[in-house]
């Protein structure tokens, strides 16, 4: 098994003052002192903030990564906030004999599962990576889970499952299945299997949490987004723009029935996400009787378009972002956003971070990391 635990440098003096505007510090009481989590995907963009957050928390936590789509930078900078190191294990989660290794030598309370590739277009072109990665690694994954007595599962689910919502905001009962790309279809099928899985054995408890529009970056600019080659997600490509790394924003649709004929999305600090992990992992914990399958949007409920967005970021970066406007991208929807009150009412979870902090912490991470994680890489 390939292996590194990382403890280099860690000032915990420097990660307190660092993380003091952190929410979530203390650990929830259905949560016990000594219990340590698997997250695959750990190094990646949302699952390096979620490491962050359950180490600050208190809890142990082992990283199951193969670094596809990241780099151990993002979790060496997470040990030196936290204070304290993550297990890291660069491995693929479709490799049962690490998992099963991995399980045996960390016993873990539960999993939170990441892992998976997310890029719609190559999603298209390659269609089986993405079933490989995205529904047979969650098999393999829950597999091992099983063989090794761990029940407790979060997966990192989508709004793009609900395809084209019926109404907005979007509920978590309005109905899934229209997906029109072999990642949507991927998130789904996995999520169907989970939830076949919960069914037949009550000792599963799963959470889908159906993310909105992950954007921002941890307030210090130390962890944050850092796409290979160029962004296909509307924040990075405008950060990218305003570095003058880009030309110019390509605006994708600018006759939908929206506030100025641009998309609209619900964008969601990458903080609150994953202090929304943390919220459903004690939810599930917390329950006495069956839990099964429970389903979460993790959106603000709130819409923003795409030159608001623009705007938004403009302001808080102090820099012009040129733009044009151009047909509709295949396949994106005019509007989604999410009715969050689910979440709020059942883990006491809602996203506190607002616009402008979303796109002044985006920008500080993009000034401070120009070139992302190889910026001053050891
Ligand atoms: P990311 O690419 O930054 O993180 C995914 C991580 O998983 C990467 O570190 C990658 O190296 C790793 N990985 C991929 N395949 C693996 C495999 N087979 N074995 C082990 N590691 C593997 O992406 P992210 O934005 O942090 O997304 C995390 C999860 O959330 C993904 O499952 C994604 O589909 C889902 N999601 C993301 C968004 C978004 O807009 N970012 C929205 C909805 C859902
Ligand atoms: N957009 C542009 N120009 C760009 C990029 C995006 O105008 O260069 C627009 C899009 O048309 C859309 C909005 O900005 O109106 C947001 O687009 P993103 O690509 O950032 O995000 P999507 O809503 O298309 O999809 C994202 C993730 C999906 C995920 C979905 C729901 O990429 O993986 O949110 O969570 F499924």
Known sequence: MKRAALGYGVNVEVGEVLLSGTNYREKPSSMTQSMKFLITGGAGYIGSHTTLVLLRAGFDVVVLDNLCNASSESLKRVAQMAGRAPIF???????????????AQHPVQAVLHFAG???????????????????????????????????TLVFSSSATVYGDPVTVPITE????????????????????VLGDLAASDP??????????????????????????????????????VAMGKLPELVVFGYDY??????GVRDYIHVMDL????????SALKAKKSRVG??????????????LQILRAFEAASGRTVPYRLAPRRAGDVAISYANSAKAALELGWTAKRDLSTMMREAWRWQIMNPDGYQTGES
């Open 89 to 103: 294990v660069e491995g693929d989660i479709r490799d049962r004999v690490l998992l099963d290794q991995l399980l």
């Open 117 to 151: 590739l997310k890029a719609v277009g190559e999603s298209v072109t390659q269609p089986l990576l993405y079933y490989s990665n995205n529904v047979e690694g969650t098999v393999t994954l829950c597999k091992a889970m099983e063989a090794a007595g761990v029940f």
């Open 173 to 192: 009962d309005q109905p899934v299945g229209q997906t029109i790309n072999p990642y949507g279809r991927s998130k789904l099928i996995a999520e169907q």
């Open 203 to 240: 000792r599963w408890r799963v959470a889908l949490l159906r993310y909105f529009n992950p954007v921002g970056a941890h307030e210090t600019g130390q962890i944050g987004e850092d796409p290979r080659g160029i962004p296909n997600n509307l924040l990075p490509y405008i950060a990218r």
């Open 257 to 262: 029935p929206t506030v100025d004929g641009t």
């Open 274 to 281: 994953a202090e929304g992990h943390l919220a459903a992992l």
């Open 293 to 306: 399958v429970q389903v979460w949007n993790l959106g603000t409920g709130q819409g923003y378009s795409v």
